[in-house]
């Protein structure tokens, strides 16, 4: 046998039941964000390495050693695999003038590409939803995309997940705190490790994110943005915090929250949890007023978060949210090959009328014994069998055998219906089993 080709470390599959889980959460979160007037947005997952060196910052863990860049073999661009969504969100609301005649309200969902070590809820083919909101510079923006996520977690049923957040201020105030960040590092040099060394000069404020023990309580004392804040900073702020409290949505201020990327402005936060072991933030986000400049636009504010997928669906299992896999309203059996002629349109008329029917193996690989049918019509979680057996289809009739208990269709015992009438059966079988799934 040929040697197995395997997927990239830190690259997974999907594969059901699992990505039932991941379909209902997206639909649940198209559901909200249609509510708050959000709308999608598609964009490339391969962009110009230009964008991210730019608009996440040169020093930033993606930039300088997360990121996936490469130089196209045939004409030599220089491109990366998109590490996040907003670069790209804004990429092309420039390019497309969004912020004049478009949306301004935005969604995506899709893969996200980071060199890291993998380990649980961290991985090199992630995926994340995130939601930006462009051109809007008022706290009520920053409270209503924080809203959002606190929706999120309630429709959901998460507990334990706490709302975090501080203010980064504007660039002046944060050029005013990196000095004193610097002066006070410079007087506690000894106790710097090497990659807080490495950082005084180019990112002193990334020491404050650290996740060296021996270095807590030096962070502890450093000097706190919020005291070099100016009237309209802390004003933004106090705004964002007063329309959570109006909405009874619970935060923390967290004057250490840094946010690792370089072009947040203002309002930063975090939706942590403890349920996740290390890896415990499930949504990250803030405002960003420089990044649309920065990146060509002419000068616009712009806010959003970014979700980590599989974190919510890990901290939806460990809470035990998850719904049960999805079930067929109907599970063909079909004794005899010699019945299929008879048997596909019946079918496919039921699944024209909107009913999940789901069917054995084909002729060639064996139709299996009816008791091995009715094993796999069980298994699948059908809730009736449709029995094509001679006798039936010589009486023009299908039998219709319960495979639960309680089920809420008028059919609760086993009993046969007219072939010729298949249209009218759809109503009597089907559950609706992707919108009511139940909850365990
Ligand atoms: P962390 O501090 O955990 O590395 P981050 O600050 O790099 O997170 P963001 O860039 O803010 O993360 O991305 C938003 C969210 O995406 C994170 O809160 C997390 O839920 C998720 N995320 C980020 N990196 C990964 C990864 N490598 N694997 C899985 N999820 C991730
Ligand atoms: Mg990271």
């Avoid at 969100?89 to 912020?99: N, S």
């Avoid at 007087?187 to 060296?212: E, M, S, V, W």
């Avoid at 000068?299 to 949210?321: H, N, S, Y």
């Avoid at 060639?364 to 057996?389: E, N, P, V």
Wanted: hydrophobic residues 45%; proline residues 6%.
């Amino acid at each position: 046998m040929a040697e197995k080709i395997v997927a990239v470390k830190g690259m997974n599959d999907i594969v059901a039941p699992e990505s039932a889980h991941w379909e209902w959460l997206e639909a649940q979160v198209r559901a909200l964000f249609a509510r708050y007037g959000y709308r999608n947005i598609r964009t490339p997952i391969v962009e110009p390495l230009a964008l991210f060196v730019r608009g996440l910052g040169e020093v930033t863990d993606i930039v300088e050693k997360e990121m996936y860049a490469f130089e196209d073999r045939l004409n030599g661009e220089q491109l990366a695999l998109r590490p996040e969504g907003t670069a790209g969100v804004v990429r092309a609301a420039v390019e497309h003038a969004l912020l004049y005649d478009g949306p301004k309200r935005v969604y995506y969902m899709g893969p996200m590409f980071r060199h890291e070590r993998p380990q649980r809820g961290r991985y090199r083919q992630f995926h994340q939803i995130g939601v930006e909101a462009l051109g809007l510079a008022g706290p009520e923006a920053d409270a209503e995309l924080i809203t959002m996520a606190a929706d999120l977690w309630q429709a959901l049923g998460v507990q334990d997940v706490t709302l975090e957040i501080n203010t980064l201020g504007q660039p002046a105030e944060r050029q005013a705190h990196r000095q004193a960040l610097i002066a006070y590092f410079e007087r506690h040099r000894d106790r710097l490790d090497d990659d807080a060394q490495r950082r005084l000069y180019t990112n002193p404020l990334r020491i404050l994110d650290t996740k060296n023990p021996q270095m807590q309580a030096l962070v502890e004392a450093a000097p706190k943005l919020i005291d070099h804040l100016g009237a309209a900073s802390r004003a933004h702020f106090e705004a964002v915090c007063a329309l959570l409290q109006a909405q009874g949505i619970a935060y923390r201020v967290n004057p250490r929250l840094v946010r690792g990327l370089d072009y947040y402005h203002h309002t930063v936060f975090e939706f942590v949890t403890t349920s996740l072991g290390a890896q415990g933030t499930v949504c990250a986000g803030g405002r960003y007023d420089g990044l649309i400049a920065e990146l060509g636009g002419k000068p616009a504010p712009g806010v959003g978060w970014a979700m980590g997928v599989e974190r919510v669906l890990e901290l939806l299992k460990a809470q035990q949210r998850l719904p049960q896999p999805p079930a067929p309203d109907a599970y063909a059996v079909v004794p005899d090959a010699s019945a299929w002629p008879t048997v596909l349109p019946v079918l496919r008329a039921l699944r024209a009328a909107g009913v999940q029917v789901w069917m054995h193996a084909s002729t060639t690989d064996g139709l299996g014994s009816m008791k091995s049918q009715f094993k796999k019509a069980d298994a699948s979680g059908a809730r009736y069998a449709l029995i094509f057996g001679a006798d039936e289809l010589a009486a023009g009739v299908v039998a219709v055998k319960p495979l639960r208990e309680g089920l809420p269709g008028p059919i609760t015992a086993q009993t046969t219906l007219p072939l010729a009438q298949v249209a009218q059966w759809a109503s009597q079988l089907r559950c609706g089993a992707a919108s009511t799934i139940p909850v365990h």
